[in-house]
């Protein structure tokens, strides 16, 4: 059983920083891929970072330069951190584990593991 749980959330300022952690077992990290998303009030669910069981790491364009995905193993913990936070950030973050195709990274149909999510609330 994959299990994700996501911590971390907050309110903060325009401009600040916050980190988001998803801890998962050692084996999904080893076996799947984990991504970020969010979704705001009214919207759809979008895509916000994916790490890779590569390794490797992909961003949405709204957040490239902005947020850092990291995963560290021995703590069996994915984050994210948010630099330079703007309102338009403010959503429920979720992680997600997955096996998809590089071309469907950012589809969250192809992602098999959620955590329940956490709030993030930037203000102006």
């Known amino acids: 059983q994959v299990q994700l749980v996501e911590s971390g959330g907050g309110l903060v300022q325009a401009g600040d920083s916050l980190r988001l952690s998803c801890t998962a077992s050692e084996s999904t990290l080893r076996d799947y891929g984990v991504a970020w998303f969010r979704q705001a009030p009214g919207k759809e669910r979008e895509f916000v970072a994916t790490i890779r069981a590569t390794s490797a790491t992909y961003y949405a364009d709204s957040v490239k330069g902005r947020f850092t995905i990291s995963r560290d193993r021995v703590k069996a913990t994915v984050s994210l951190q948010m630099d330079t936070v703007k309102p338009e950030d403010t959503a429920i973050y979720y992680c997600?584990?997955?096996?998809?195709?590089?071309?469907?990274?950012?589809?969250?149909?192809?992602?098999?593991?959620w955590g329940q999510g956490t709030q993030v609330t930037v203000s102006s």
């Open positions: 997600a584990a997955g096996r998809p195709i590089l071309s469907a990274i950012r589809n969250p149909l192809m992602y098999l593991y």
